[in-house]
T-cell receptor
């Protein structure tokens, strides 16, 4: 099936550092989404991107929809301990069903106080 | 309710048994989604309902899996003749319509087939 390649798989950083993670695919996407998942919970939407080239911020989070429509990145500035969790990118394929999202495998973020 | 409610939160069943997983969406949400998340993986799409009908069931892995939403609210995911490979967290989400991505996910049902 279709795949999203998400990297890095894990990150261990110091509190206050900036974080960057990204997703790439060989396929074109109409929408890119970034989620955060805490243990025992469902994913929570952080940022949604709907247009190629779009750059969107949500507090300390910034994400961009790649101009080729095949990639996206998420940056977190000045990380804090509560940023710990697993971050997933997800997207809707060009021509795909609106309810069918493809998720990456996640980036596990650990923050050292 | 305030959020998407999934019951049970944990289910252990023997191989070959039948199980039902329930999802109560947020009141008024017309779209409902089922995903499956294996350990160390991202969620994998199973099926999407718009109202009572399945708008896209292309993610159901085989005919042992079936889902219903008879009144356009609560949904039940049914798995027949369970196999050990069915063990995963089954996530349900809902949204106001199928055209926005303001999904709200539930906390999931962790299914373990022994």
């Amino acid at each position: 099936g279709q795949q999203l390649n998400q990297s890095p798989q894990s990150m261990f950083i110091q509190e206050g550092e900036d974080v960057s993670m990204n997703c790439t695919s060989s396929s074109i996407f109409n929408t890119w989404l970034w989620y955060k998942q805490d243990p025992g919970e469902g994913p929570v939407l952080l940022i949604a991107l709907y247009k190629a080239g779009e750059l969107t911020s949500n507090g300390r989070l910034t994400a961009q929809f790649g101009i080729t429509r095949k990639d996206s990145f998420l940056n977190i500035s000045a990380s804090i301990p509560s940023d710990v969790g697993i971050y997933f990118c997800a997207g809707q394929l060009d021509g795909g069903s609106q309810g069918n999202l493809i998720f990456g495998k996640g980036t596990k973020l650990s923050v050292k106080p | 309710g305030a959020g998407v409610s999934q019951t049970p939160s944990n289910k252990v069943t023997e191989k070959g048994k039948y199980v039902e997983l329930r999802c109560d969406p947020i009141s008024g949400h017309t779209a409902l989604y089922w995903y499956r998340q294996s350990l160390g993986q991202g969620p994998e799409f199973l099926i999407y309902f718009q109202g009572t009908g399945a708008a896209d069931d292309s993610g159901l892995p085989n005919d042992r899996f079936f889902a219903v939403r008879p009144e356009g609210s609560v949904s039940t995911l049914k798995i027949q003749r369970t196999e050990r490979g069915d063990s995963a967290v089954y996530l349900c989400a809902s949204s106001l319509t199928g055209s926005n991505y303001g999904y709200t996910f539930g906390s999931g049902t962790r299914l373990t087939v022994v």
